[in-house]
């Protein structure tokens, strides 16, 4: 029943899934595995470093919600950033494209569980390493960095998920989103919108933004169409 459902807002057929695709599934979940057990260690050797909650509560630190949102778009901008210039890089240069990052571009058609599936390297100074330093710039504390990296991990999966889910938070608040990041993973957007995970600014700043539309297929599920005239 759920799989059944989840045909109507494909943004590719499954059929497309299976045949398009470079890689099994089996291969992806033991890199996102891995890139994962990576991202926590590096996190606790983060924690332990900068100190704990407990000293925050010893020494009585309060942070207002004010504060907190402050932290949390400090964090946003600074993942935003050294991602878009990592991941275009990535891009133009041959070397490393072909040894590393085009091993993302493996999944041709996304889907949400692939959304961390990436060469070692490149989940270590890309998503990593912009965790570390959005954590560090914006000051936050270790339990409140918890729910932005939740925060920003599911936002993550769900530009990966391949579906034009209705009602969806994350397209209220950001031109980023599932269809937006599709363009990118297709041959002719792959030169563009490497914006991620949020906002789209460096891409319209840079010259690298490629805007689109959802339409219907008559077959189910919907389509992602390039605006051109902008």
Same mark, same amino acid.
């Given at each position: 029943? +759920?799989?059944g459902?989840q045909e109507?807002?494909?943004? /590719?057929t499954? =059929?497309?899934?299976d045949?398009?695709?470079l890689?099994s599934k089996a291969n %992806?979940?033991k890199?996102? +595995?891995? *890139?994962?057990?990576v991202q926590?260690?590096?996190?606790?050797?983060?924690?332990?470093?900068?100190?704990?909650d407990a000293?925050?509560?010893?020494?009585?630190?309060?942070h207002s919600?004010f504060?907190?949102v402050?932290?949390f778009?400090?964090a946003?901008?600074?993942?935003?950033?050294? =991602?878009y210039f990592? /991941?275009?890089?990535? /891009?133009?240069?041959?070397?490393?494209?072909r040894?590393?990052?085009s091993?993302? *571009?493996?999944?041709v058609v996304?889907?949400?569980?692939?959304? +961390?599936?990436s *060469?070692?390297l490149e989940?270590l100074?890309?998503?990593t390493?912009s965790?570390?330093?959005?954590?560090?710039?914006?000051?936050m504390?270790p339990?409140d960095s918890?729910f932005?990296?939740s925060f920003a991990?599911?936002?993550? %999966?769900?530009d990966?998920?391949?579906l034009?889910?209705?009602?969806?938070f994350f397209?209220?608040f950001f031109q980023?989103?599932s269809?937006?990041?599709n363009?990118? *993973?297709? +041959?002719?957007g792959s030169k563009?919108?490497y914006s991620?995970?949020?906002f789209?600014?460096w891409d319209k700043i840079l010259?690298?933004?490629?805007?689109c539309?959802?339409?219907?297929r008559?077959?189910?599920g919907?389509?992602?169409k390039?605006v051109k005239d902008?």
């Amino acid at each position: 029943m +759920l799989f059944g459902t989840q045909e109507k807002y494909r943004l /590719h057929t499954k =059929q497309d899934e299976d045949e398009k695709n470079l890689v099994s599934k089996a291969n %992806v979940i033991k890199g996102v +595995l891995f *890139h994962q057990a990576v991202q926590a260690s590096v996190t606790m050797i983060i924690f332990t470093v900068t100190g704990s909650d407990a000293a925050c509560v010893a020494n009585n630190v309060k942070h207002s919600i004010f504060e907190l949102v402050r932290q949390f778009f400090m964090a946003m901008v600074v993942l935003d950033t050294w =991602q878009y210039f990592i /991941h275009r890089y990535l /891009h133009q240069n041959k070397f490393l494209y072909r040894r590393i990052h085009s091993q993302h *571009h493996r999944l041709v058609v996304p889907y949400a569980f692939g959304a +961390l599936y990436s *060469h070692p390297l490149e989940g270590l100074f890309g998503d990593t390493m912009s965790g570390a330093l959005a954590f560090l710039i914006s000051g936050m504390s270790p339990r409140d960095s918890i729910f932005f990296f939740s925060f920003a991990t599911i936002k993550t %999966v769900d530009d990966h998920c391949g579906l034009w889910l209705p009602v969806n938070f994350f397209h209220v608040f950001f031109q980023n989103n599932s269809a937006y990041h599709n363009v990118h *993973h297709q +041959l002719y957007g792959s030169k563009y919108n490497y914006s991620q995970p949020f906002f789209v600014v460096w891409d319209k700043i840079l010259g690298t933004y490629m805007p689109c539309s959802i339409k219907k297929r008559e077959n189910g599920g919907f389509e992602v169409k390039v605006v051109k005239d902008e």
